[in-house]
């Protein structure tokens, strides 16, 4: 297309700005955790909220959101997957603002969040014990919720939450936070062992348990084929 | 915030446009089509894309997807699910264009699509048998349909696709055409009785078969239930 032409289908009208947004869920201290940023700017100076900010015009979507969540949290390296777009009226006083949400996994002891650029503070928050969110936050965060809870019924979760190397306990702790309720011990296992996704391993679990637990870790082929192919994990 | 705050936040920086495009597919003919517009302007005029088009700054997303479905083709009234959202740099000639994709399943029979507006033309096309496509809309396409058969394993599907009244023949015919291939029928029958999410009539088919095949219908408080829950239908 000429630039006579491209110069024709440039919109004088006025255009939204477009966000990306990124929720982190974490593991740690037997908490299911999200990463939180401390605003540094108005609008909801000094106000929690997810690290995202305004894409740029010459990089990909998941590439603003990667940029983003390193500038205002340090963490880099994040396996992204795009969670829903919210572009309701009035979300940001800033004006008409469509936000691409993001979501991802991690292992919370891993990813030291440091607050930087946009954001005075970056920390890990319980999401059962969470600060007053800015713009319409809450609202992502439990859509990125509800996806998690959802995932965990159709697909193998837990390598990228989880220590190469765990428990059963562990494994069955992560659904019922991740689930928000406590799941009958031999049900669990029957089903979980059922799914062909863990190798049993040789080891026990280090320290002074009395009956020490045996470690599994997942047969990552096995893991992966899940994941792809799909299941129902009736829990 | 008062106007003076606002203006202080009224980026002047270059924005992306943001539009919507809608995936609709129907079963008719015996065949899964998706609804395809001819394009009236420049960039592509001519050429056949998804129905779509840049939001207004004061209506939501979802409403600037039904606002574009109706104005080039005519339907209304259609549940849209929000797909996904395609931002790569250089997908729209015009300049960085974000779009936000919404899918739906409709009776292609009883939606009489009709081209207007900014659509020279409106039609159903098998998605076996498609035109080249505008922009990446063949991207956004397939995504649609990834989706689509991704649906069939853990949900119940075929309620706003069949016609009310339907023979088994009918509903393992739409699992093919979404699977694109042949499904064991003694399996198959046997598999969505079990799901029990259909009602046997005291009907049967009208017509001239030989041996008329009952009719059924989705119990519909079971088939939401499932919807809701989700399963997993190995097929």
Redesign the interface.
């Known amino acids: ?1 000429s630039k006579e ?2 110069a ?4 004088d009208f ?5 966000t990306v947004d990124c929720v982190l869920f974490g593991l740690s201290e037997d908490k299911l955790k999200v990463l939180l940023i401390q605003r540094a700017h ?2 909801f100076a000094g106000k929690w909220a997810l690290p995202g900010g ?2 740029e ?5 998941e590439a603003s959101a990667l940029r983003e969540l390193e500038e205002e949290t340090g963490l880099s390296k994040i396996y992204l997957e ?1 969670l ?2 919210f ?3 009035g979300r940001d ?4 603002t ?1 936000s ?1 949400a993001y979501f991802a996994l991690v292992q919370a002891a891993e990813h030291h969040a440091k607050g930087a650029d946009d954001a005075s503070a970056a920390e890990w928050f319980p999401v059962d014990k969470l600060p007053k969110l800015a713009f319409d936050h809450a609202k992502i965060l439990d859509c990125a919720l509800t996806r998690l809870r ?1 995932k965990v ?2 697909q193998p979760i837990g390598f990228e939450l989880l220590p190469r190397k765990f428990t059963l306990s562990q494994l069955q702790r992560l659904y019922e936070l991740i689930l928000g309720r406590e799941l009958d011990k031999r049900n669990f296992r029957k089903k979980i062992l059922g799914m062909s996704v863990l190798e049993e391993l040789d080891e026990v679990e280090a320290g002074g348990a009395r009956r020490p637990a045996k470690l599994y870790r997942f047969h990552r082929k096995q893991y992966d084929a899940l994941v792809k192919q ?3 994990f009736e829990i």
């Open positions: 297309m032409t491209k024709k289908y440039s919109y006025p255009r939204a700005s477009v108005d609008p305004f894409i015009m010459e990089e990909s979507l795009q829903y777009t572009g309701d009226c006083p800033r004006g008409r469509i691409v959802a019924r159709y799909g299941f129902h």
